[in-house]
Each structure stands twice: as structure tokens, then as C-alpha cells.
């Protein structure tokens, strides 16, 4: 079922359930539509698709914009790998962030968003870059490529321990911005609940002068 170029070695398979085994099975029939297509993306793209388990019978079109989607995403985290910040910005400008937030977050090899393996390769163009689309600060790896197994971290504590200056200080720069921005935005926040509830209240109070207005009662009948 699972074509050639996207299986794993050997030594890396495991067992899966009968249910996920429907699930790879019920996508690979979708992908068979445009098999011109498939043979472009990598084991990576095809793992994005299993995983989120695209249901996409009526609407082909869409799960072939799912591909491209992850396909980006596989070119965006080489490019980080690779130290290639004109290919990374390449990718941002056709997939901006506040469009494609998956492409610029893209897990890839050993399990590392792109921002992670742009400070462990400690190439500082492609994280400043990467910093400056937005891209999440927190994001953790799963600890394969650094050797801790099971410790995830974020990359600013990653290049911390191994004394990345420049890496350092441009993660430091952008948490400072991220929280900046996130102080405003809780003060814009708390103004508009507060214009809401001022609204509220006013609507409260005409409501209730409409309907004495419009139903009086017995007792203000009898006053008049």
C-alpha cells in the first residue's frame, strides 16, 4: 500500500494498531488521484498527511494544497538545517505565517522544529529570520538529535548550555518582543472588556426603561 520511497528502514518500524493501519491505508487511496504529484514529496510530507488524517474524497484539490503545504514545510526545515536564509525567506513570503502557521512551525528529522534546528546548527541568519516571521519560541524537540531522549527543551535553553552568544541573545531579543507585544495586547484586551461591559450595561438599562416605558405597572396606574 505504502509506496517504496516512503517507507522506513527497517530497524525504525514499529507496530502499529489495526485503526492506524485503516488510517494510512484510507489516505494513500486519496494521494493515488495525482500520482505525478507524489513522487515529489518526501517520507516527511507523507508522514504530515497520515497524521492529520486528511478525509478528503469530495474535495481533491484540497488535500493536494495538504501536500504542497507540507512539502513547503520539509524545504523550509532544510533550509534551516542547511544554513540557506534566501530559501528560508523564499518560503515565508509564499507561505506567510499568519496564513500557514504549520510551515514555519514544521517538525522535521529527529523530531525538531525548524526554530530548534536553526540554533543547535547554530546558524544565526536563518534564526533571526525565523524569529522575525514569528515563529513559536516555545516549540520543543523530542531531544533525539542532542542525545536526551525524553528531556524535550526549547532552543533558547538549548543554545544556553552550549554557549551560543548570537543565538542567545537574537532568542533573547524576540522573547523580549513576544512579551512586549503580549502586555499590550492584555492592555487593549481589558479596555475592550471594559467598553463591552459599559456597552452591556447601558443596553441593561435601556431595555428595562422600554419596558416600563411600554408595560407600566398596576401601581403607577393607580398614582395616575
Known amino acids: 500500500i505504502v509506496p517504496k520511497n516512503f517507507k522506513l528502514p527497517i530497524r525504525q518500524r514499529h507496530k502499529i494498531t489495526k485503526k ?27 508522514k504530515y498527511i497520515v497524521v492529520k488524517n486528511l478525509q478528503d474524497v469530495a474535495f481533491p484539490e484540497s488535500t493536494k494544497r495538504a501536500l504542497e503545504i507540507g512539502y513547503a514545510g520539509d524545504r523550509l526545515w532544510k533550509a534551516c538545517y542547511n544554513d540557506e536564509p534566501s530559501e528560508l525567506e523564499e518560503i515565508l513570503e509564499e507561505y506567510p505565517p499568519w496564513e500557514y502557521p504549520s510551515v514555519i512551525n514544521h517538525v522535521g528529522l529527529w523530531d525538531e522544529p525548524a526554530i530548534f534546528t536553526a540554533a543547535r546548527m547554530n546558524n544565526t541568519e536563518c534564526l533571526e529570520i525565523l524569529c522575525n516571521y514569528g515563529a513559536e519560541l516555545q516549540a520543543r524537540d523530542k531531544g533525539h538529535a542532542s542525545g536526551l ?19 542567545t541573545r537574537i532568542l533573547a531579543k524576540a522573547t523580549q518582543r513576544e512579551e512586549k507585544y503580549n502586555e499590550k495586547m492584555k492592555d487593549e484586551i481589558a479596555i475592550l472588556e471594559k467598553e463591552v461591559k ?21 401601581d403607577e396606574d393607580e398614582d395616575e
Not at 151 to 161: D, E, L, W
Open 20 to 46: 492506524q493501519f485503516q488510517t494510512v491505508e484510507k489516505n494513500m487511496r486519496y494521494l493515488e488521484a495525482f500520482p505525478e504529484e507524489l513522487a515529489k514529496y518526501t517520507y516527511e510530507s507523507m
Open 198 to 218: 459599559r456597552k452591556h450595561h447601558e443596553l441593561e438599562s435601556n431595555y428595562a426603561a422600554k419596558v416600563k416605558e411600554l408595560f407600566p405597572s398596576e
Open 149 to 167: 531522549l525524553g528531556i524535550t527543551q526549547t532552543a533558547a535553553n538549548y543554545v544556553k548550555q552550549r554557549d551560543y552568544f548570537k543565538c
